[in-house]
Structure formats: structure tokens, C-alpha cells
């Protein structure tokens, strides 16, 4: 399947370094969000972005930054990262931001990321 | 108090077997409901959306009970394949698109 994809699919990373990741999405959705998933926690949304205008932004730390160039692409830069940092990052679309069943999120295979 | 609910499991049922699980959910103006599948080191896949009047889709029916907030996941004749983590997620009309899922319950089927 390949409606939605990210790069790279494994990253490790030191404390100091920067790096970003980058998500595509082939389905013609205007919608796209980031999540973070730690073990044994549940997924925690991150951002969203819809017609490319960030609409949601749920307290995440300032060392994430998202952009979203297009409604095909959304990147996460990352910055000075702590090792609790170390999760799987999904990117998600949908048709569109809204809360209902038409607007079902359909999720990339993930960044497993570690910080060292 | 947790927006969404599940019994973690783990559920070790063997082929052939039904199995149901149940989620519960705190905020009574939640608008949309699903159940997403996840396999391990996998990203979660959509299994179904869960209508009010309930609904099947082969051996899987999902059943909303809004009076009561919960939903439950009842699956016929297991499948070796059937097993994975089962999503319970919730969609609060708070701003954008903002699923809340739960920490989901782990099926194991066995030969």
C-alpha cells in the first residue's frame, strides 16, 4: 500500500543533531497530522495541517517543528531531541480536518526513531 | 480520567473462537467512532467505523451504545491472522480532526 509514505522508515540520532522527517500522501487529502507513539502509550496527536495551515498544535515541545509546504507533504524538523524523544512517528491523512467518519485517517508505516 | 478505555488484554483465544472487546469513552459529545487494527511494529489500519446502529462487516460487528459511552468489537470464528492490537478511537469535536485513541487490546489466536 502506498497511499501514504514516510522517509526514512529508521532514524538514530544524537542529542545534538538535526534532522527531519518527511511524509507524502498520494490519496488527494487535504489533511495531514503527526503523531507520536511510546510504548505501552497510546498514539498522541501532535499537529495538524489543513489546506496547508497548521490548525491544531497539542503542546508539543518547540525542539518538533512541522511545516507543510503542500497538501501532499508534511515534514517534522527535529532539534536538540532527548532520548525520551525515542518513539514511532506517524504521519496520517484525511479527506479533510473534520470529526466525521468521512474524514477517516489513514496512517503511513512510521519513523521508529531513537535518540542516543 | 483518560478520554478512551480499553482492557489491554491480552486476549489468547484459540481459532474458531468469538471474542468481544469493549472500550469506554468519557466525553459524551464525541461524534465519530472506529476501530483501528494494528500489527506489531505496523502503523495502525482503519478495521471499521462504527455507525450508531451498529454494524458488520464480515466476521466483525461493532456496536456504539452512546447512553452507556462505549463500543464494542465482537469478532466470529478467529483467524490466526486476526491477531494484532485492536484500536478503540474516538473523534471529539474539538477543533480540527482530533482522534483520541486508546492503548488498545492485544488478540492473540492460537492454533
Known amino acids: 500500500e502506498t497511499g501514504v509514505t514516510q522517509t526514512p522508515r529508521h532514524l538514530v540520532m544524537g542529542m545534538t543533531n538535526k534532522k527531519s522527517l518527511k511524509c507524502e500522501q498520494h490519496?488527494?487529502?487535504?489533511?495531514m497530522y503527526w503523531y507520536k507513539q511510546s510504548a505501552k502509550k497510546p498514539l498522541e496527536l501532535m499537529f495538524v495541517?489543513?489546506?496547508?495551515?497548521?490548525?491544531e498544535n497539542n503542546s508539543v515541545p518547540s525542539r518538533f517543528s512541522p511545516e507543510c509546504p503542500n497538501s501532499s507533504h508534511l515534514f517534522l524538523h527535529l532539534h536538540t531531541l532527548q532520548p525520551e524523544d525515542s518513539a514511532l512517528y506517524l504521519c496520517?491523512?484525511?479527506?479533510?480536518?473534520?470529526?466525521?467518519?468521512?474524514?477517516?485517517?489513514?496512517f503511513g508505516p512510521g519513523t521508529r526513531l531513537t535518540v542516543l | 480520567r483518560k478520554e478512551v478505555e480499553q482492557d489491554p488484554g491480552p486476549f489468547n483465544v484459540p481459532e474458531g473462537a468469538t471474542v468481544a472487546f469493549n472500550c469506554t469513552y468519557s466525553?459524551?459529545?464525541?461524534?465519530?467512532f472506529f476501530w483501528y487494527r494494528q500489527d506489531c511494529r505496523k502503523e495502525p489500519k482503519l478495521l471499521m467505523s462504527?455507525?450508531?446502529s451498529g454494524n458488520e462487516d464480515g466476521r466483525f460487528t461493532a456496536q456504539l451504545n452512546r447512553a452507556s459511552q462505549y463500543i464494542s468489537l465482537l469478532i466470529r470464528d478467529s483467524k490466526l491472522s486476526d491477531s494484532a492490537t485492536y484500536l478503540c478511537?474516538?473523534?471529539?469535536?474539538?477543533?480540527?480532526?482530533?482522534?483520541?485513541f486508546g492503548t488498545g487490546t492485544r488478540l492473540t489466536v492460537i492454533p
Open positions: 496520517a491523512s484525511s479527506q479533510d480536518a473534520g470529526s466525521g467518519i468521512e474524514d477517516t485517517q489513514y
Open positions: 490519496l488527494g487529502h487535504n489533511a
Open positions: 495541517y489543513s489546506l496547508e495551515e497548521r490548525v
Open positions: 466525553n459524551s459529545a464525541s461524534q465519530s
Open positions: 462504527v455507525y450508531s
Open positions: 478511537v474516538v473523534n471529539l469535536p474539538t477543533g480540527a480532526n482530533n482522534l483520541f
